[in-house]
C-alpha cells in the first residue's frame, strides 16, 4: 500500500503513516491511534434483530404475529394477530432467532413474522 491508503496523522497532519494490525502510527511525531474506533459500535449494531417494521426487539418485548404459521413437524399453526409476550433473542440456526413461550410451548421463530407490540 502506498502512503496515500493510509489516513493523516490527526496530530501532525503528516501522510506518512503506517499500520500494523489494529493502530496507525506516524513516524514523524510518533503519534498511535486505533484503526477503527468504533469498531465495537458497529459490530453491537450489526447484530440488532429488527421485526418486519424494522423495530429493534429487545428481551421481554412483547409481539404480535403478522401472518398465520405453521410449526413444522406438527399440525400447528399460530394464527395471525397471536400476541407473545415476553420473547427473548436467541442464536438460533437458520434465522430462527427469537424464543418465545406460547399455549404450545417453547417455540423458535423467525423475527420477519413479528411486529412490536
Not at 18 to 36: A, K, L, N, R, V
Not at 89 to 97: C, L, N, Q, S, W
Amino acid at each position: 500500500m502506498t502512503d496515500s491508503t493510509y489516513p493523516d496523522c490527526p496530530q501532525c497532519g503528516q501522510s506518512h503513516t503506517y499500520t500494523d494490525t489494529i493502530s496507525y502510527f506516524c513516524p514523524d511525531c510518533g503519534h498511535e491511534w486505533p484503526m477503527q474506533a468504533d469498531a465495537a459500535d458497529s459490530a453491537e449494531t450489526a447484530e440488532v434483530i429488527r421485526d418486519a417494521n424494522g423495530t429493534p426487539l429487545a428481551d421481554g418485548d412483547a409481539v404480535i404475529l403478522v401472518k398465520d404459521l405453521k410449526v413444522k413437524g406438527s399440525s400447528l399453526v399460530l394464527k395471525k394477530g397471536t400476541k407473545i409476550k415476553s420473547i427473548r433473542i436467541a442464536d438460533g440456526g437458520g434465522g430462527h432467532d427469537v424464543d418465545c413461550k406460547t399455549e404450545h410451548g417453547s417455540i423458535m421463530l423467525k423475527s420477519e413474522f413479528l411486529k412490536k407490540a
